[in-house]
């Protein structure tokens, strides 16, 4: 899970209060928000060092950064966020927990295939396929369509052309696919051979920096 590790910093320990109690009431899917150190005062070098152990970001409202912290601010990765307005600063937060948002991965089709042919082999089964599209490979993904939709999902752990062990099978050639356990496909079913894709979209990254905002 994607953690959002921030310092905040106040003018004054009512309002520090208020922010983290607005702050810990954010509730993104799949993200978790820590406020890993709160003070009250100016952003000093402390707050930096502890922002270096999370996500390199300090929040700050009604203050400043101490004198001479921005060249180390800069060098450091790190982004000091200053507000005048909650709700802004609040907003903001919420929007890089958006950002961080854990996404659920994606699939890339690598290829597809026609069951031709149906074997019986042991507990298991081996399937004839005309690869249609792309190619099928051992090692990847796979899964079984039948009319009703997917019905096996599994791993191709072994793959034949005429009998001979092969790495991939291209468009228009016949492969043998094992499948333990399981026995119920048919001709006419169709493969997918895929891989996932993790989503790289929308993440947050620590512009180096003091910002007013």
Not at 16 to 22: D, G, K, N, W, Y
Not at 83 to 101: G, T, W
Request: proline share 4%; glycine share 10%; net charge positive.
């Amino acid at each position: 899970m994607p953690n959002l590790e921030l310092v905040l910093k106040a003018d004054v320990a009512g309002t520090l209060e208020a922010i983290s109690t607005t702050l810990q009431a954010i509730n993104i899917s799949g993200v978790d928000l820590k406020i890993i150190q709160a003070g009250v005062g100016p952003v000093s070098k402390a707050d930096l060092l502890m922002a270096q152990t999370g996500n390199k970001l300090v929040i700050g409202f009604n203050v400043k950064a101490a004198p001479k912290l921005e060249k180390q601010i800069i060098e450091s990765g790190i982004e000091v966020r200053l507000y005048e307005v909650i709700y802004n600063l609040s907003k903001d937060v919420e929007n890089i927990c958006r950002q961080l948002e854990a996404k659920e991965p994606k699939e890339k089709i690598t290829g597809e295939g026609k069951v031709i042919a149906t074997f019986k082999a042991g507990k298991g089964m081996i399937i004839g396929c005309e690869v249609t599209k792309g190619i099928v490979e051992s090692g990847k993904h796979f899964r079984i369509i039948t009319a009703m939709g997917p019905s096996y999902t599994g791993r191709i752990e072994s793959l034949q052309i005429e009998r001979k062990a092969v790495k991939i099978g291209k468009i228009g050639q016949q492969v043998g696919i094992h499948i333990p356990n399981w026995e119920k496909a048919k001709a006419g079913d169709l493969i997918e051979c895929f891989e996932a894709v993790s989503a790289k979209d929308g993440i947050w990254r620590p512009k180096p920096g003091i910002f007013n905002l």
